[in-house]
């Protein structure tokens, strides 16, 4: 029944592994997004989706890469993990982003922990 | 460049009205947002302004003035279960989400 679901919940991991997020979204909508939610609490959207096709790509490091196999699926890879990655991250989906009033809807986020 | 400032923390009394600012400079404007987030949890969606004026919705509201930059978020009758955050965020002209870095509201006895 989870509008929207990533897993896992929590993360903890050594500097310098690889490690993916997986987010999946059963409410039909199309366009996904990753949000990076830091220790000062600032939502900063990396990257947004809209059927499967990528519109925005904020100034992330390369080492982040977004991954849509279809609509309802934006699976997030890291390589090479850093200390400040640590963070939460938060996939979320909205209908579509030239409609105005669409909320966007979140998943529970990955706490993300890199040691 | 753009931003969204809100206050970073406020406290108020159960039972007591409270109202959270929220000032914004953005490229284009294609609403304003309102979303609750609990500790450890998700935002959750709370208002939609697009136009000028109030728009309540039980024991919240939400007001907004395009002209100035500016919106509140006003909660009436403050029950112990809305000590959150709550975060302003704006669409921006392309549509994109701008947000604010929240407002930690703590609410006492």
């Known amino acids: 029944d989870t509008a929207v679901s990533q897993t896992p919940k929590y993360l903890v991991t050594q500097m310098g592994n690889d490690k993916s997020i997986k987010c999946e979204q059963n409410l039909g909508h199309d366009t996904m997004y990753w949000y990076k939610q830091d220790s000062k609490k600032f939502l900063k959207i990396m990257f947004s989706y809209n059927n499967k096709e990528l519109i925005i790509n904020e100034t992330v490091p390369n080492r982040f890469s977004p991954k849509s196999p279809d609509k309802a699926h934006l699976n997030l890879h890291i390589n090479s993990l850093e200390l400040g990655d640590s963070a939460v991250y938060f996939c979320?989906?909205?209908?579509?982003?030239?409609?105005?009033?669409?909320?966007?809807?979140f998943g529970q986020g990955t706490r993300l922990t890199v040691v | 460049g753009q931003n969204i400032d809100q206050p970073t923390e406020m406290t108020a009394t159960e039972g007591a009205i409270v109202q959270i600012n929220c000032t914004y400079q953005t490229s284009g404007f294609n609403g304003l947002f309102w979303y609750q987030q609990h500790a450890g949890e998700a935002p959750t969606f709370l208002s939609y302004n697009v136009l000028d004026g109030l728009e309540e919705k039980g024991r919240f509201s939400s007001f907004l003035s395009r002209s100035k930059g500016y919106s509140y978020l006003l909660l009436k009758e403050l029950q112990m279960k809305d000590s959150a955050s709550y975060l302003c965020a704006v669409r921006d002209g392309n549509y994109q989400l701008i947000w604010g870095a929240g407002t930690k509201l703590i609410i006492k006895p």
């Open positions: 979320a989906s909205s209908k579509g982003t030239s409609e105005i009033n669409t909320e966007a809807f």
